[in-house]
């Protein structure tokens, strides 16, 4: 009787410390891939390839350009004409492409592309909409905007452990107050829409600073509200204050590019970046920002 006590004792006290072995394990384990699976994430207006740039020619920027570029993991760009792609493609082989250009829907105009590096992520699905009353029309103008812009929009899947999430990268008209009021509220319609269940980053140049309409249209999702990175991050956002420097001086508190996130993106840092060519002028006429995040 006592030899089946013990043994059904220690039975039991087995089973309990296997459970409880197997709940610490997945309680650290989920903290430690948690921890370990960071990724850098950057908007970036990289200037177009403009003729009359002068000191700040596109051949003088190009490798400072890409270097930064190539810091991070996942990145948005605006401005980018089909030249400018194709040397940032040939810049970072261990990264995939994906854009068109806004004239055509193919290679006129700029473009707003999405990259990721492939050995970290996988595209699991991609696609443009044009900024207007007709997203689906390749080469539209909406409202009162000076020219054709588009929206990009991925979804990425992370190798490590499959999880999915939404990417849209964006460049609001310069002109047009309410196209870039209008353009906000598209993208949070098309977040609703697309994200389900995703974590979400929606990031580019809104030529609008935080407290304006383009942005407040851009928060106001009804399923999947977005966040300012800036106000999420864990701790204190590094770096300059602004966004836009014209190639003379960054002007502080002009903060016209922007990252938002969904609830369900964990945003570790926030850096705005101040990258310079060899002779120590701008690499661009907008700065940088890029965060690193988890998924939650």
């Known amino acids: 009787m006592t030899g089946k006590q013990f043994t059904l004792g220690t039975s039991v006290a087995g089973w309990l410390a296997l459970l409880l072995g197997v ?9 430690a891939a948690f921890a370990k699976e960071p990724f850098h994430v ?3 207006n990289i200037r177009y390839l403009n003729s009359h740039d002068r000191l700040d020619l596109w051949s003088m920027r190009r490798s400072k350009v890409i270097e930064t570029i190539a810091s991070a993991d996942v990145a948005g760009l605006q401005e980018v004409t089909v030249t400018q792609l194709h040397e940032i493609q040939e810049g970072t082989p261990e990264w995939t492409w994906y ?3 806004r004239d055509d829907g193919k290679e006129g105009g700029e473009f707003a592309p999405i990259g990721y590096r492939h050995d970290r ?20 103008k909406g409202w009162d905007a000076a020219l054709p812009r588009t929206m990009t929009w ?8 499959r999880a999915e999430f939404l990417v849209i990268n964006s460049h609001f008209d310069h002109r047009g107050a ?22 979400v980053i929606v990031m580019g140049d809104f030529n609008a600073d935080s407290e304006s309409a383009p942005l407040e249209a851009l928060q106001a999702g009804k399923r999947v509200p977005l966040l300012d990175a800036r106000d999420m991050v864990v701790g204190k956002p590094t770096g300059p204050t602004g966004t836009w420097n014209g190639f003379k001086a960054i002007q502080p508190d002009r903060r016209i590019d922007h990252v938002l996130v969904s609830d369900r993106v964990a945003v570790q840092e926030y850096k705005t970046l101040d990258p310079r060519t060899e002779s120590g002028r701008f690499a661009s006429d907008h700065l940088p920002i890029v965060i690193r995040v988890d998924l939650k």
């Not at 992520?121 to 539209?140: I, K, R």
């Not at 309410?178 to 974590?199: C, F, I, M, T, Y």
């Open 23 to 31: 709940v610490l394990f997945h309680g650290v384990g989920s903290g």
């Open 42 to 44: 950057m908007t970036y």
């Open 99 to 101: 854009g068109v250009g």
């Open 121 to 140: 992520f996988e595209a699991m699905g991609h696609g443009t909409l044009w900024l207007s009353e007709t997203p689906s029309e390749v080469g539209s």
């Open 154 to 161: 991925m979804v990425l899947r992370r190798k490590s452990d």
């Open 178 to 199: 309410k196209a870039r009021e209008e353009s906000g509220r598209l993208v949070a319609e098309e977040v609703d829409q697309r994200a389900e269940n995703l974590p």
